[in-house]
């Protein structure tokens, strides 16, 4: 089995997108873990709608291919268009960040994600849920990362996040 970590973000009905897709992985995955959810400015986007943002990290034996088709799959069952520009409001979007110490480009995806290291909303809640795992080409730590980072107009911050009856994330 190999790790696999991806960002989840939604800015249209959010909550209720975020859910399916961790309702989505718990039941196609094994050892999922999931970091607090954070609500963020957009960066880039003309729609000035907030986004929920988090991390999840999950066993699997499925190729780079088949995980990205997953991906795409559960991304267009939410509403999401092949064609839809890329600074666009959505209701799901998931990417791969790591699989196990890939790197490199592999079945048309770039290993490890370049969002790591250049947006916040990806490195924190990705530094809370795995603090000592190492960036494979960084290798650093990526509380390292994050507390090196210099988030300047990227706003973000915990909310409180229900799934399942549980509280998974506590707003500070």
């Known amino acids: 089995m190999t790790r696999v970590v991806v960002s989840i973000g939604s800015n249209i009905e959010r909550e209720h997108h975020v859910r399916r897709c961790l309702d989505a992985l718990d ?3 094994t050892a999922l873990r999931i970091s607090r959810v954070f609500e963020s400015e957009p960066v880039g986007f003309e729609d000035g709608r907030n986004f929920y943002n ?17 991906c795409k799959r559960l991304e267009f ?3 999401r268009r092949a064609n839809s520009p890329k600074f666009s409001p959505r209701r799901l979007d998931i990417d791969l960040l790591t699989i196990g110490e890939l790197t490199g ?9 370049d969002e790591i290291i250049a947006n ?3 490195l924190q809640p990705l530094a809370e ?4 795992a190492r960036h494979p080409l960084a290798k650093r730590r990526y ?3 994050w507390a090196a980072f210099e988030p300047g107009a990227q706003r973000l911050w915990p909310v409180n996040f229900v799934w399942r009856g549980r509280l998974i994330s506590q707003a500070d």
Do not use: T
């Open 54 to 70: 988090l991390v999840a990290a999950f066993d699997s034996q499925a190729s780079v291919g088949e995980l990205q088709a997953w």
């Open 77 to 79: 069952a939410h509403g």
């Open 129 to 132: 849920l795995l603090p000592d």
């Open 120 to 122: 916040a909303f990806v």
């Open 143 to 145: 509380a390292d990362l």
């Open 27 to 29: 039941a196609d995955f």
């Open 105 to 113: 480009r592999i079945d048309g995806v770039e290993l490890p994600r």
